[in-house]
């Protein structure tokens, strides 16, 4: 299939958004397959059956809308592209397993040039892999910024990380920020001041190297900047947004929290983007990921069929799909048009991350491991006692990452559990072999309480672990924990 892909698809790319001598052209009625999450399913087949009615070529679909999540899709279409949905959403961090998985067709002139005429550069970026665009961007809406507490911290001070700790201190309120588990906020300061982390692949989706600028001199001032909340008494790890009820005035994190926090704060909720912080005198706005839904075209062996698909795409991710699901699932858009409506930017949630989406980059394919190995970057630059020492935290990550590329091939094929295990805080990898029988068991049994956590991995990495959902003991006691790769069982056997 991904043959004879290849070879249609530049006829299929000349049909999907040529201007066509008569509405004959695309003219019929068309099987297609879509996956949306849940939530939207009804959604889209009303916009279907709107597309439907209003389009000019006469086309009809008749449509079969599944829920499928934008987690899960990528997987099912790179497991089977053939078998796989003909429009389908997918987070933004799958996009270039699907390209090199040939599950994306690569859009031609007008589609490129209507995907970045009307959606934000970010998420334009997002769908876009060397100089072609293979995706429609859906929303704009998974990033973060700042929740705030306004009868504590005044609208002025947001601007500014050290004002924002000086109110936080005065009130004896907490400033939640992320910075010690979790190496997705952690990179915010590093994004600041220009640091980059860009992971490369090959053909087939293997990591082969990394451009990662962390430990540099521009490094040094993004770890000398977060030390400064890192060292005050009123910072917490958390990205939570019920923490304002538990003593925080602000909270780093993004619209899913919305709901919680304007509980809790009521009149006196505010959100911002991100504040800068000052070292040397000049000031650093503070980086964040940016994520996004795209909405994908699979590649069609029928070029018309594929012209079809395309047009359909473009109605279901305009301005107009975008704000209907805007409206009735509150996703945040990507279109230009809805993000500077009057309704969008009346949200005060959605008005801060546009505004914070000006510092943001788009969050790519990045090696598994690299969370754990960038999340400890926090803890080391909080028990530094000077400039020597943070240089250290930064050169003790560079070991780190070199070390991913110098793993043997039975290093990356081993299956690893990490968790909550002896008092454990997700950060070690304990080992296992595998037996005769195929299963993998960790190389001594450990005393476990009821309620620890844990997940077996391979290659040290998140890009492959199981369960689903951590593994949770149920009754106290000694175990060894086994894998089952065949049947990707995780359990527990005492010892």
């Given at each position: 299939?991904?043959?004879?892909?290849?070879?249609?698809l530049?006829?299929?790319?000349?049909?999907?958004?040529?201007?066509?001598?008569?509405?004959?052209?695309?003219?019929?009625?068309?099987?297609?397959?879509?996956?949306?999450?849940?939530?939207?399913?009804?959604?889209?087949?009303?916009?279907?059956?709107?597309?439907n009615?209003?389009?000019?070529?006469?086309?009809?679909?008749?449509?079969?809308?599944?829920?499928?999540s934008e987690?899960?899709?990528?997987?099912?279409?790179v497991?089977?592209v053939?078998?796989?949905?003909?429009?389908?959403?997918?987070?933004?961090?799958?996009?270039?397993?699907?390209?090199?998985?040939?599950?994306?067709?690569?859009?031609?002139?007008?589609?490129?040039?209507?995907?970045?005429?009307?959606?934000?550069?970010?998420?334009v970026?997002?769908a876009?892999?060397?100089?072609?665009?293979?995706?429609?961007?859906?929303?704009?809406?998974n990033?973060?910024?700042l929740?705030?507490?306004?009868?504590?911290?005044?609208?002025?001070?947001?601007?500014?990380?050290?004002?924002?700790?000086?109110?936080?201190?005065?009130?004896?309120?907490?400033?939640?920020?992320?910075?010690?588990?979790?190496?997705?906020?952690?990179?915010?300061?590093?994004?600041?001041?220009?640091?980059?982390?860009?992971?490369?692949?090959?053909?087939?989706?293997?990591?082969?190297?990394?451009?990662?600028?962390?430990?540099?001199?521009?490094?040094?001032?993004?770890?000398?900047?977060?030390?400064?909340?890192?060292?005050?008494?009123?910072?917490?790890?958390?990205?939570?947004?019920?923490?304002?009820?538990?003593?925080?005035?602000?909270?780093?994190?993004?619209?899913?929290?919305?709901?919680?926090?304007?509980?809790?704060?009521?009149?006196?909720?505010?959100?911002?983007?991100?504040?800068?912080?000052?070292?040397?005198?000049?000031?650093?706005?503070?980086?964040?990921?940016?994520?996004?839904?795209?909405?994908?075209?699979?590649?069609?062996?029928?070029?018309?069929?594929?012209?079809?698909?395309?047009?359909?795409?473009?109605?279901?991710?305009?301005?107009?799909?975008?704000?209907?699901?805007?409206?009735a699932?509150?996703?945040?858009?990507?279109?230009?048009?809805?993000?500077?409506?009057?309704?969008?930017?009346?949200?005060?949630?959605?008005?801060?991350?546009?505004?914070?989406?000006?510092?943001?980059?788009?969050?790519?394919?990045?090696?598994?491991?690299?969370?754990?190995?960038?999340?400890?970057?926090?803890?080391?630059?909080?028990?530094?006692?000077?400039?020597?020492?943070?240089?250290?935290?930064?050169?003790?990550?560079?070991?780190?990452?070199?070390?991913?590329?110098?793993m043997?091939?039975?290093?990356?094929?081993?299956?690893?559990?990490?968790?909550?295990?002896?008092?454990?805080?997700?950060?070690?990898?304990?080992?296992?072999?595998?037996?005769?029988?195929?299963?993998?068991?960790?190389?001594?049994?450990?005393?476990?309480?009821?309620?620890?956590?844990?997940k077996?991995?391979?290659?040290k990495?998140?890009?492959?672990?199981?369960?689903?959902?951590?593994?949770?003991?149920?009754?106290?006691?000694?175990?060894?924990?086994?894998?089952?790769?065949?049947?990707?069982?995780?359990?527990?056997?005492?010892?």
């Amino acid at each position: 299939m991904k043959k004879l892909v290849s070879l249609m698809l530049a006829l299929v790319m000349a049909l999907s958004m040529c201007s066509f001598a008569g509405a004959s052209s695309l003219e019929g009625t068309y099987d297609v397959t879509i996956w949306v999450g849940e939530k939207a399913v009804d959604l889209t087949l009303k916009q279907v059956e709107d597309f439907n009615a209003s389009n000019e070529y006469g086309i009809k679909i008749n449509p079969t809308v599944e829920a499928v999540s934008e987690a899960d899709s990528a997987t099912q279409m790179v497991t089977d592209v053939e078998a796989g949905a003909d429009l389908y959403c997918f987070a933004q961090d799958q996009f270039a397993r699907l390209v090199q998985a040939g599950a994306l067709m690569q859009l031609g002139a007008g589609a490129s040039e209507f995907v970045k005429t009307n959606n934000d550069a970010g998420t334009v970026a997002a769908a876009t892999s060397g100089e072609a665009i293979f995706a429609y961007p859906l929303t704009a809406d998974n990033g973060y910024f700042l929740y705030y507490d306004k009868s504590v911290i005044p609208d002025e001070d947001v601007d500014s990380l050290e004002k924002l700790i000086a109110d936080c201190e005065a009130a004896g309120k907490n400033f939640s920020f992320e910075l010690n588990t979790s190496a997705w906020y952690l990179a915010s300061f590093f994004f600041a001041t220009g640091c980059v982390s860009e992971w490369q692949t090959d053909d087939d989706g293997k990591f082969i190297s990394v451009h990662d600028t962390f430990n540099s001199p521009e490094g040094l001032i993004a770890v000398k900047g977060m030390k400064k909340l890192l060292d005050s008494p009123i910072h917490v790890s958390s990205s939570a947004g019920d923490d304002f009820a538990s003593g925080s005035a602000a909270v780093v994190t993004g619209t899913w929290s919305y709901d919680t926090v304007s509980q809790i704060l009521g009149e006196n909720f505010g959100a911002a983007d991100l504040p800068s912080f000052e070292v040397d005198g000049k000031e650093y706005h503070l980086g964040s990921y940016n994520g996004c839904k795209l909405m994908g075209v699979k590649p069609q062996t029928d070029a018309v069929k594929g012209a079809v698909l395309n047009q359909l795409a473009q109605y279901l991710t305009g301005e107009k799909g975008q704000m209907e699901r805007f409206e009735a699932l509150g996703w945040g858009p990507s279109n230009l048009a809805d993000q500077a409506s009057e309704a969008v930017q009346n949200n005060a949630t959605l008005a801060a991350l546009i505004a914070q989406n000006a510092y943001s980059i788009p969050q790519g394919q990045i090696h598994g491991s690299w969370w754990d190995l960038a999340k400890v970057i926090a803890d080391d630059v909080k028990a530094a006692t000077d400039d020597a020492g943070l240089q250290a935290a930064l050169d003790n990550y560079s070991e780190k990452m070199a070390a991913l590329f110098t793993m043997s091939d039975a290093e990356m094929n081993a299956w690893t559990v990490i968790g909550s295990i002896n008092g454990d805080d997700w950060s070690v990898d304990l080992p296992m072999t595998k037996g005769d029988d195929g299963v993998w068991k960790t190389d001594e049994a450990y005393a476990m309480d009821a309620g620890v956590e844990f997940k077996v991995r391979q290659g040290k990495s998140w890009d492959n672990n199981f369960p689903a959902d951590n593994f949770v003991v149920e009754t106290a006691g000694t175990y060894y924990v086994t894998f089952d790769e065949a049947t990707e069982t995780v359990a527990i056997v005492a010892e």
